[in-house]
């Protein structure tokens, strides 16, 4: 099979950049499957998004159940992993609960569902994982998300060699200042512009665009993409 008529499973595809990748990918006449936590609220958003999108329900912090919610899932082209629910968590008040459950997520979640879905893909098929450039940028709060988007980056090279001739990657954007996440965060926003070369920050467009490339390009495997506009020098 080439990687042009399988399946695009996008989790965390509900909302923000997985499902602006979702939408690239159904207009494009791909049949694609997005995952959210609730099942109504998912097929709601696959109807909006449309050209056959699909929904399947699952919490990413709840790994046991994951394999179960991707079953029948055959063909796949492409995994994307995006799905967060960010934490604000210090040394000094740290939450554990609220630890554990980001940690779950991006971490066991994200592999779990590499683990279900891996018989279904096949040598061209290709994925990408969403870091963040809070592991090399922190900010107060960042904690877990700071230590999380640090592990994707290693992440990324085991499973690319088990998952092998499989290719996969991580994109790690810097803040995405129209993305829905940061809509009422214009401090961060304006400290971030601060020190960014280009003077503004990324977009959502931007992002989607350097996912496309690396889910697309059949060379590039292991790499871990800044896409920043170089704040992470600035
Ligand atoms: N936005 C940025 O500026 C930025 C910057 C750097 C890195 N990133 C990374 O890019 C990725 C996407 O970020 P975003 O801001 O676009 O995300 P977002 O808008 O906050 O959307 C988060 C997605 O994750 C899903 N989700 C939340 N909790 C979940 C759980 N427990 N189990 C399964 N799915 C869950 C949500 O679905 P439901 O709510 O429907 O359940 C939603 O689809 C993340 O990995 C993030 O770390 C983003």
């Known amino acids: 099979m080439s990687n042009q008529d399988g399946t695009v499973v996008i989790v965390g595809g509900t909302k923000g950049l997985g499902r602006r990748l979702a939408e690239r990918f159904a207009a494009d006449g791909r049949e694609v499957v997005i995952t959210g936590r609730d099942q109504e609220q998912a097929n709601a958003i696959a109807a909006e998004i ?21 079953e029948g899932l055959d063909h ?22 609220r630890a554990i459950r980001l940690a779950t997520i991006k971490l066991v979640g994200y592999t779990e569902v590499l683990h279900a879905l891996h018989p279904a893909l096949h040598d061209a098929s290709s994925v990408l994982l969403f870091g963040g450039l809070a592991k090399e940028r922190p900010y107060p709060g960042s904690t877990t998300v700071t230590t999380v988007n640090g592990a994707v980056d290693t ?80």
């Not at 449309?50 to 991707?70: F, M, Q, T, W, Y």
């Not at 995994?79 to 008040?93: F, G, K, S």
């Open 50 to 70: 449309g050209h056959g999108a699909r929904a399947v329900a699952l919490d990413l912090s709840n790994p046991h159940e994951i394999g179960a919610r991707l």
């Open 76 to 97: 796949v082209d492409h995994v994307v992993l995006a799905a967060i629910e960010r934490d604000t968590n210090t040394l000094r008040d740290y939450d554990v609960t």
């Open 155 to 234: 992440m990324i090279r085991t499973f690319a060699l088990e998952l092998a001739p499989v290719r996969v990657n991580a994109l790690h954007p810097g803040i995405v200042g129209d993305s829905p996440y940061w809509e009422d965060n214009q401090q961060m926003l304006a400290n971030v512009v601060a020190r960014t070369p280009t003077g503004r920050t990324v977009t959502m467009d931007e992002v989607t665009d350097a996912a496309l490339f690396l889910l697309r390009n059949g060379a590039v495997n292991g790499v871990n993409l800044y896409v920043d506009g170089g704040w992470v020098f600035g």
